[in-house]
């Protein structure tokens, strides 16, 4: 009997180490037929209807506090990993079937389709997930492949650095933080070979495919339609810190550059360099491509001993750093599959009930914090790069987050649902796993950590550059308290800058840095040096500064 796989891509959008397609070589397939659905409540798909189908157009997708589920900048990222994806097959020989709408009624009529056109016996593989919207898609698909007596059904893991099956341990014993888990996976000999990228695969079946939705080849007019309800394409400026294209070719370009250049090399000073905020070399910006699938966390794994190996660094504190940044990234799908839905709940893993008065999605300060207008020059600063590139430094993250729950006492799903639409490496569990961390609900052991802006403005931002890329409005302010704290400039200036009206001068956001003292324990304060002086070495109560247990 004919065999047939069905692969059904999620959130693994590339040919290198792959497991599926390490399945295709090995097994005795006749047919090959990779599928992507856009997924219908996830993205707006309304726009790809056919005209004669308008009348099956679905509500506008919203989250539960009213921003899109993914914005226009993540979803044109998306099509450039999808086409970047259906190239490399096309050189294959083999065809990628596009599509959209609920995955498993859709697979339910591609299944229909290939058993109608004598396809045999079906195999459908795809990858494992830990979140649980995602887990509840692979039910509803398995449940397509059960009622089909002809269809096998596989998932399979590939998606974290360290493999589930070889921690040790069942997922309910998870240690509740970070570093007992980091130190029972270290020193990472567990991590798998990566695959090599196939270099041929089985014919596709010669069937076409149709439902309601038409997705044109042009990826150009593909994108397009997706923006057109999302407030249009966006046009990211030239000085993003990610202007790399979505795509497993832009992915293995990115790596290859990073490890570039011997002890010169950007992986060689990572540790230093990755508290950074301007130009994109000073950290390795893989993470969308970890994302969407197009770069395995593996594969940088053992290039990264291939780099070290070739210049002496083994042992080295940089590259070292960069799978402890990954081991975050395991770290928090495995804490998604632990805690279920508790990962999207108020009260967090912990269930602490640490604020009932959280404010909401229509308070000023939401609005103002997503705007990038509250008049703190560094939030305000990272909430417009956020807007305009889809992309934001740790660091940046870092200190909004502290900012929108700690200052301004806005829920934090507020704030994890923004960057959920805007981010282009939006990771359901990498994204409520660190908001619920820096709100004091999640895998943090302390739960008052808080970012003082002003500190943390002058220690990552001393001569304003970033404030003033962001804001340029403030670009001709010289004295730092202006540029940090925006209504601090004296009302003559502020005429001179042509500042006076703005918001975040007229009626800034101020939150706890409305406090004086608060505001004088920042260094462009007359004094400040002095005091920092005194405190060097030494975090003061709530305003330690280093990440997690860095
Ligand atoms: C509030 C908040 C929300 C976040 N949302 C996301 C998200 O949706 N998607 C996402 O990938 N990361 C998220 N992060 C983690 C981190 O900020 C980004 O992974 C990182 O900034 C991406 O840039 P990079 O690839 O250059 O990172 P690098 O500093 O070069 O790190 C290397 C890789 O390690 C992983 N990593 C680094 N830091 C973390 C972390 N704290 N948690 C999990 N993985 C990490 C990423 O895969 C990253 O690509 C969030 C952090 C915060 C504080």
New binding site residues.
């Given amino acids: 009997m004919a065999r047939t796989l069905l692969y059904l891509h999620r959130h693994d959008l590339r040919l290198h180490d792959n497991p599926i397609l390490e399945q295709i070589r090995k097994g005795q397939y006749d047919s090959f037929l990779p599928v992507y659905i856009f997924p219908a409540h996830q993205i707006e798909v309304n726009p790809l209807l056919r005209a004669e189908h308008q009348g099956k157009a679905h509500k506008e997708l919203r989250a539960s506090f009213g921003t899109r589920r993914t914005g226009n900048v993540r979803v044109s990222y998306l099509c450039e990993s999808l086409w970047d994806l259906k190239r490399s097959y096309a050189k294959l020989d083999v065809n990628m079937l596009i599509t959209a709408g609920k995955t498993d009624d859709v697979l339910k009529s591609i299944l229909d389709k290939l058993q109608a056109h004598s396809a045999g016996q079906i195999e459908v593989w795809l990858q494992k997930e830990y979140t649980t919207e995602e887990r509840e898609e692979e039910a509803a698909i398995m449940a397509v492949c059960k009622s089909n007596k002809t269809v096998a059904y596989k998932t399979v893991e590939e998606s974290t650095l360290v493999d589930i099956s070889d921690l040790g341990y069942p997922i309910d014993k998870l240690p509740n933080y970070y570093t007992e888990f980091r130190k029972g996976v270290e020193p990472l000999d567990s991590v798998r070979l990566p695959f090599e990228a196939p270099k041929h695969l089985p014919p596709s079946p010669k069937i076409t495919f149709e439902n309601e939705y038409e997705i044109s080849d042009d990826m150009d007019k593909v994108i397009e339609q997706l923006c057109a309800p999302l407030g249009g394409r966006c046009d990211i400026p030239q000085n993003t810190a990610h202007p790399m294209k979505g795509g497993e070719t832009a992915a293995i370009k990115r790596l290859e550059y990073y490890v570039t250049g011997g002890k010169s090399a950007p992986a060689a000073s990572y540790k230093t360099t ?1 508290n950074g905020l301007l130009g994109s070399d000073y ?5 969308s491509f ?2 969407v699938g197009s770069l395995s966390p593996k594969l940088i794994h053992h290039r990264l001993l291939q780099f070290e190996k070739e210049h002496n660094l083994e042992g080295d504190v940089n590259t070292y750093w ?1 799978r402890f ?2 081991l ?2 395991d770290y ?1 799908k495995f804490v998604a599959l632990k805690f279920g839905k508790r990962m999207f709940l108020k009260y967090g893993l912990k269930q602490a009930k640490l604020n009932d008065q959280w404010l909401g999605a229509d308070s000023r300060e939401a609005m103002r914090w997503k705007e990038g207008t509250t008049g703190v020059g560094i939030v305000d600063a990272a909430m417009r790069e956020l807007k305009a590139t889809g992309y934001l ?2 660091r940046a ?2 200190i909004v ?1 502290s900012f929108l729950t700690k200052d301004l006492n806005v829920d934090w799903r507020i704030g994890a649902e923004y ?1 959920e639409e805007k ?1 282009i ?3 359901p569990s ?2 409520y ?3 619920q961390y ?1 709100a004091g609900v999640g895998n943090d052991p302390r739960t008052s950590r808080r970012f003082n802006p002003a500190k943390q403005a002058h220690d990552y931002d001393p001569d304003g550059a970033y404030i003033k890329t962001w804001c340029p409005e403030v670009a001709k302010a010289t004295v730092s308290m202006n540029w940090v704290y925006f209504w601090t400039t004296p009302p003559k200036l502020q005429q001179t800058l042509g500042i006076a009206g703005l918001e975040g001068v007229r009626d800034p956001v101020k939150g706890l840095c409305g406090d004086e003292r608060e505001r004088n324990s920042g260094r462009g304060v007359p004094g400040y040096r002095k005091k920092a002086r005194r405190h060097e070495g030494r975090p003061r109560r709530g305003e330690r500064t280093a990440s997690y247990d860095s």
């Fill in positions: 990755r950290s390795t910006k893989f993470s970890l994302s960069i940044e990954l975050w990234r928090f430094s740790n993250r870092q987050a960057f981010l490496d939006h990771d990498a994204n796993g660190n908001w820096q």
